[in-house]
């Protein structure tokens, strides 16, 4: 059987019609050409954690399937298609480039007492790791994540990591499609190291003209963040709308502290006229008492 070339693999599914709140296809194979056609076309890459994992995908997802209304999809010999599966939720929740937010108490932090930096493509591997260890049920298998490394030496996926001296305290990955940079997976050893790792990647990813972060799964902490949800039609279009960053990201090491908004001044009073000291009032520049 000739081999199905990946973008035309995920050109046959009909991601626009696709379930809302379920996969949008199942099988084909984890090669760095796949995955990065998937997300190309508004799709990224959820494996079983076992067969039992499997099993339930295949009895409580059989009869969409069989009545195509999620894709199977060939892929490598006799693997069981439902050991991965291909997400596209909608909505979908995304972030602007420039618009990640990390409050005022964070911010503060930064320019105050905080002495963290950060780093761009430094520990790829790390990452991958850190974000993997503990999560139930564990998505991101030894096999996706040798898929995102070959990504990651392709020049396709990314992290960003936040270091306190020397030590790295959270981080964040993820894989680049056009203007759209999908979030893969964070984690903290820090409280907001990963909210700091996903500003900085932010305003890396849009220095060289990226213009959307997604976030994939909707959560109270990606709308912490910044992220609102987009119709996937509209994701989709994003997609579609232009060629990626033609520039690589900065991968040099920058302070953290870039990444809080300065502290506004507050105001001048009105009639106030600045070098002007206003005269002591009676009763030795206390205000007056108010009966």
């Known amino acids: 059987m000739t081999a199905t070339a990946p973008e035309e693999l ?3 599914v009909d ?3 696709a379930p809302a709140d379920g996969p949008a296809a199942f099988g084909g194979d984890l090669a760095p ?3 990065l056609a998937a997300y190309r076309h508004g799709l990224f890459p959820l494996p079983a954690a076992d067969a039992y994992a499997s099993a339930f995908s295949e009895a409580r997802y059989e009869e969409e399937v069989e009545a195509g209304r999620i894709a199977l999809l060939p892929g490598p010999g006799q693997a069981d298609p439902y050991a991965l599966a291909w ?3 909608d909505p979908r929740p995304v972030l602007a480039a420039d618009g990640v937010r990390l409050g005022r108490k964070l911010s503060r932090l930064l320019r105050n007492r905080l002495d963290w930096s950060t780093t761009a493509d430094a520990a790829f591997e790390q990452v991958l790791a850190a974000c993997a260890e503990g999560r139930e049920p564990p998505w991101l298998t030894r096999d996706l994540r040798e898929a995102l490394t070959a990504l990651h030496r392709l020049g396709a996926a990314h992290s960003v990591e936040v270091w306190e001296e020397g030590e790295l305290i959270g981080g964040v990955f993820g894989t680049a ?3 759209v940079l999908s979030l893969d997976s964070m984690f903290h050893r820090r409280p907001d190291a990963a909210r700091v790792a996903v500003a900085d990647l932010a305003a890396r990813f849009a220095a060289v003209g990226g213009r959307l972060l ?3 799964w909707d959560s109270p902490h990606v709308r912490s963040l910044g992220a609102a949800p987009l119709p996937r039609s509209d994701y989709l279009a994003a997609l579609a709308a232009g060629p990626g960053p033609e520039a690589p990201l900065d991968t040099s090491r920058l302070p953290a502290v870039r990444l809080a908004p300065a502290k506004p001044r507050p105001p001048w009073p009105p009639g106030h006229r600045r070098g002007h000291r206003p ?4 009763g030795g520049g206390r205000p007056a008492d108010r009966g």
Do not use: E
């Open 10 to 12: 995920f050109a046959a």
């Open 15 to 17: 991601v626009a019609r």
């Open 33 to 35: 050409g796949t995955l």
């Open 87 to 89: 997400w596209s939720p």
């Open 177 to 179: 499609a056009g203007p």
């Open 214 to 216: 997604d976030a994939q």
């Open 279 to 282: 005269a002591a009032s009676a």
